[in-house]
C-alpha cells in the first residue's frame, strides 16, 4: 500500500518541554486514522507539523510524497484541512464559500462550476444556495466544510475535532462523508475525542505526554486489553 504519510524519530520541542517524543508511524492511502489522545497530549502540534505550519525540532516527515520542511507549499497542494471552529466564512453565501475555495485551490472555471452544482446537490443545498452560512444549521456547516475541504480531490485531509458539538446522529451522517472519501482513494487524518468514532477508523494512535503508546486497528486494541469498547482502551492507557 501507498504511504501518504511517513514519520520518523519526530521531536518537537518548546524550549526544554518535548511535546512530541520521538514519534514514528506512516499513513496509507485511503485509510482513515484517527489521532487520539488527551488535552496536553501532542496531537495538535503533530497535526500542525503534519500541515506543515510548524516545523519539527528533529526527526523526518514526508506527506504525499514530499518532505514537510523542504518541500512546504507542494505538501499545502496536495492536503486539504477542516479545524474544529469552521472553515467557513460566516459572512458569505454557501455558494460563495465554494467559490471562493475553488479559486484558492486553482480549479478551473468550467470545473468549478460543475463540481459545485455537484456538491449543492449531493448535499441537498441547491434551495439555501444564497443563504448566509451563518443562518445554516450546525450539522450543515460541518458537512460543507468537510466537502470544501475536499473540493480539489487531495490526498489527504486533515480533521481537527470535526464533530465536537454535533448530536449522534448529526455525526454518524458527517462520517458518511469521511467513509466516501476513503472509499475515493483519499486519505483521512482525524482527530476526535469521542471514542465511537475510533471505532470507526482504519487503525488509530493514542498518544500521551508526547508520546505514542498505542497504534493498531480498534479490533487489536480491545482484544489487547480486553476491553468491550475504545473507552475501555483509552481509559487504561491514560491512567
Known sequence: MKKIIRVK????????????????????????????GANGAGKT?????????????????NVAGFDIVRETEKVKRKMGYMSQKFSLYEDLTVRENIQLYA?????????????????LKKL????????????????????LAFSVAILHDPAIVFLDEPTGG???????????????????????????????EAEYCDRVSIMDAGKIEELGSPVE??????????????????R
Open 103 to 119: 479559486g484558492i485551490y486553482g480549479i478551473s472555471s468550467k470545473t468549478r462550476k460543475e463540481k459545485m452544482n455537484t456538491l
Open 166 to 196: 454535533v448530536d449522534p446522529v448529526t455525526r454518524r451522517k458527517f462520517w458518511d462523508l469521511i467513509f466516501e472519501a476513503s472509499h475515493n482513494g483519499i486519505t483521512v487524518f482525524v482527530t476526535t475525542h469521542y471514542m465511537d
Open 45 to 61: 502540534t503533530t497535526m500542525r507539523i503534519l500541515c506543515g505550519l510548524s516545523a519539527p525540532t528533529s526527526g523526518e516527515v
Open 221 to 238: 486494541l480491545k482484544e489487547k486489553y480486553h476491553a468491550q469498547n475504545m473507552d475501555e482502551v483509552f481509559i487504561h492507557i491514560a
Open 9 to 36: 524519530n519526530l521531536v518537537k520541542k518548546f524550549g526544554s518541554f518535548v511535546a512530541n517524543d520521538h514519534l514514528n508511524f506512516d499513513v496509507f492511502q485511503g485509510e482513515i486514522f484517527g489521532f487520539l
Open 124 to 143: 441537498e443545498l441547491e434551495n439555501a444556495q444564497n443563504k448566509l452560512i451563518s443562518a445554516l444549521p450546525l450539522g450543515w456547516k460541518q458537512k
